[in-house]
C-alpha cells in the first residue's frame, strides 16, 4: 500500500525519492551537497517534520531525510512487523544504497535507537551523532510503562487505527497551536486509513517490547559510537524525555559530548526550535 498524496511544494520543497528495500518501498528526500546528515524521525511523524531544518542546512549540506516504512510517504507492507528492530535494518539498507560515508546521524524520539542502531555497524563511517529527545537503553519510568500499557490496550489501539489518535491527540495535541491548517493536515494525509496506520500503533507497544534491542544498544552505543563527537539538542519542557533522566545516560556515553538546551520546546523540538537546531548542527560540525 502507497500513499496518494503529493506535499505542497511551499511546505515541503523537496524532490521525493525512493529505494526499493528488501522489506517494502521507502520514501527519502536528498538534497543539498556537503557534508552529509541523515535524518531519522519518530512516531507518528515523517521527514516533513526535518522540513525547516533541511531547508537551512542545505546549502551547505547534503540532508538526507527517510520516511520508515509505515510512515509518511513510504510503503505500508502486509507482511511487515514495523518494529524498531526492522525499521532500524531498512535504515541501514538504505545508507548503504546511497554509499553514506562520513556522515552525521541524527535521531529524535525512536529516530534515536533506530539511527543508533543502523550506525553501530557502519561505526568507522559515521563522522558525528545528533541526538534529539530520545533514548537507546530500556525505559523503566513508569510513566512511560504506563503511557506505553495503555497505548498498547485494544481500546486505545482501536482509536489509533481508527481515529488516527496519535496524530490527533498526541502530535497535533502538542503543536495545534504551534502549527497551521494545512501544516497540520500534512500529518494527518500520510495516515489516512486505519490499515495505513498499522506502524503507528505499533510503535507504543515498542517501549516494553523493544527492551532486548535498547539492552544491546545501552551497552554497545558507548563501545563502538562513544568516542563519535556528538551533539544533544534538547527540549527541556519534554515531559516523555525528561531532560534530568535522559541527559545523564548521554554524559556517560560519549567522551565528546554538545549540550544544548532548548527551552521552550517540548517533544517535537523540530517545530518549536528549527532555526537554533540547524544553527548547532552547522556550528558542530562545520
Known sequence: ??????????????????????????????????????????????????????ADLRDRYRCVAVDYLGFGLS????????????????AGELIDHLRLEDFVVMGHDWGGPIGLGA???????????????????PIDALANRAFSAVLSSGPVQRRILEHNFLIERVLLGELGRTLTADEADHYRAVQPTAAARRGLAVMPKE?????????????????????KPTLALWGMRDMAFRPRACLPHL??????????ELPHARHYIQEHAPTEIAAAIAERFP
Do not use: C, K, Q
Open 207 to 227: 517501549i516494553r517490547a523493544a527492551r532486548p534491542l535498547l539492552d544491546r544498544l545501552a551497552r554497545d552505543v558507548p563501545t563502538h559510537l562513544g568516542d
Open 1 to 54: 500500500m502507497l500513499i496518494n498524496f503529493v506535499p505542497d511544494r511551499s511546505l515541503y520543497p523537496f524532490e521525493s525519492r525512493w529505494f526499493d528495500s528488501s522489506s517494502g518501498r521507502v520514501h527519502y528526500i536528498d538534497e543539498g551537497f556537503g557534508p552529509t546528515i541523515l535524518f531519522l524521525h519518530g512516531a507518528p511523524a515523517w521527514s516533513f517534520l526535518y522540513r525547516r531544518i533541511v
Open 251 to 260: 554524559r556517560t556515553a560519549f567522551t565528546d559530548l554538545e549540550i544544548v
Open 75 to 90: 510503503e505500508r507492507p502486509t507482511d511487515f512487523g514495523y518494529t524498531v528492530a526492522e525499521h532500524t535494518e531498512v
Open 119 to 137: 550506525a553501530l555497524t557502519r561505526a568507522d563511517r559515521v563522522r558525528g551523532i545528533v541526538l534529539g529527545n530520545t533514548m537507546f537503553w
